[in-house]
């Protein structure tokens, strides 16, 4: 079996504070980020188009044992599903930026919340969070350092 992903292909362990810019097409098991996923998948968005004719989703493809915690997808201008994981058709911690009732601002504060938590559990493994830069639309960069805390 072929997994396509913006990031990783096939993730049996932990992607975190990740994004995709890019285009994903695969005839199956394609997603923004992972895909097909067994592990976690934290902080990350995908804004690329993402198509295939089986099983793609916004944020990962599949998901069969694996979690997902803060991640964030927008529909690109062509081919990307409708729903952020593939083969669950639903929006398990996958969420959707419509720039109405969720927005980049909001995405961004989600995300680095939930580095914050990894980070508490897993010694500070992960030393980036997300920054919006000023007049953007979307969180495009990646910081060194802890998450802000408000």
């Known amino acids: 079996m072929v997994y396509v992903g913006g990031i990783v292909g096939h993730n049996s362990n932990c992607v975190i504070a990740c994004y995709n810019t890019g285009n994903v097409s695969f005839s199956s098991y394609s997603g923004g980020i992972v895909g097909d996923n067994y592990g976690e998948i934290i902080a990350c968005y995908s804004i690329g188009d993402i198509s295939g004719d089986y099983s793609s989703g916004g944020i990962t ?4 044992s694996g979690t ?3 991640n964030y997808w927008a529909k690109g201008t062509e081919g990307t599903p409708e729903f ?3 083969n669950k058709k639903s929006n398990d911690n996958a ?9 980049w601002e909001a995405a961004t504060s989600a995300m680095n919340s939930a ?3 990894w980070n508490g559990d897993n010694n500070n493994g992960c030393g980036y969070h997300f920054m919006q830069n000023d ?7 990646l910081e060194k350092g802890a998450p802000a805390t408000t």
């Open 115 to 117: 580095i914050t938590v």
């Open 95 to 103: 969420t959707e930026v419509d720039g109405d009732s969720v927005t």
């Open 61 to 64: 493809g599949s998901i069969d």
């Open 84 to 86: 952020g994981i593939g």
């Open 68 to 70: 997902l915690k803060s």
């Open 135 to 141: 007049g953007e639309s979307e969180p495009l960069v």
